[in-house]
T-cell receptor
Framework: DAKTTQPPSMDCAEGRAANLPCNHSTISGNEYVYWYRQIHSQGPQYIIH???NNETNEMASLIITEDRKSSTLILPHATLRDTAVYYC???????????FGTGTRLKVLA | GAGVSQSPSNKVTEKGKDVELRCDPISGHTALYWYRQRLGQGLEFLIY????????KSGLPSDRFSAERTGESVSTLTIQRTQQEDSAVYLC???????????FGSGTRLTVV
């Protein structure tokens, strides 16, 4: 797996965009970037994943730099319910052992 | 079912007792995973099942831990002679195939006293 680095915590005002960065400078060409989040006392929830193109779904957008060494998860209009720990992972192709680090603890403020 | 179901949601046990944790994956998901999450920590991989293939048990921390899965359905994680350091949330996830987006259950919070 490519090593990923995320800031330990971030705050965001309710209604504003939350931009969560992830560094994965050792990522190889066929490794996807996945984002999950874990709301207190729940199991992690899949958000989005991508390889090289930017991706968008109903939950978030994923922006991957052209060199693929970093990415940003964007929650366009953060709500209080988006307060959670956000994990960025880049598992090796064909592996199933996702390595979840300590992620970024996002706090959305009213 | 609609999601991954785990039971019990909470379990308090005395040190030295055995416990059994259950996971019902999403119907049709061939891959099933167990993870452990200690308080304030990230997730630790424990074991992986894929269809009828031999499971990958490389993450099990000791021989007190074992897991079984019947075909592509229910899985049980058994911890024998529980120790206080086994206290954690045990999370189960399933996916359609390996390396496909996981769906996690809500976990079993195990407290060993």
């Amino acid at each position: 797996d490519a090593k990923t680095t995320q800031p330990p915590s971030m705050d965001c005002a309710e209604g504003r965009a939350a931009n969560l960065p992830c560094n994965h400078s050792t990522i190889s060409g066929n490794e996807y970037v996945y984002w999950y989040r874990q709301i207190h006392s729940q199991g992690p929830q899949y958000i989005i994943h991508g390889l090289k193109n930017n991706e968008t779904n109903e939950m978030a957008s994923l922006i991957i730099t052209e060199d693929r060494k970093s990415s940003t998860l964007i929650l366009p209009h953060a709500t209080l319910r988006d307060t959670a720990v956000y994990y960025c992972i880049a598992p090796s192709s064909g592996t199933y052992k996702y390595i979840f680090g300590t992620g970024t603890r996002l706090k959305v403020l009213a | 079912g609609a999601g991954v179901s785990q039971s019990p949601s909470n379990k308090v046990t005395e040190k030295g007792k055995d416990v059994e944790l259950r996971c019902d994956p999403i119907s049709g998901h061939t891959a099933l995973y167990w993870y452990r999450q200690r308080l304030g920590q990230g997730l630790e991989f424990l074991i992986y099942f894929q269809g009828n293939s031999a499971p990958d048990k490389s993450g099990l921390p000791s021989d007190r831990f074992s897991a079984e899965r019947t075909g592509e359905s229910v899985s049980t994680l058994t911890i024998q002679r529980t120790q206080q350091e086994d206290s954690a949330v045990y999370l189960c996830a399933s996916s359609l195939t390996a390396n496909y987006g996981y769906t996690f259950g809500s976990g079993t919070r195990l407290t060993v006293v």
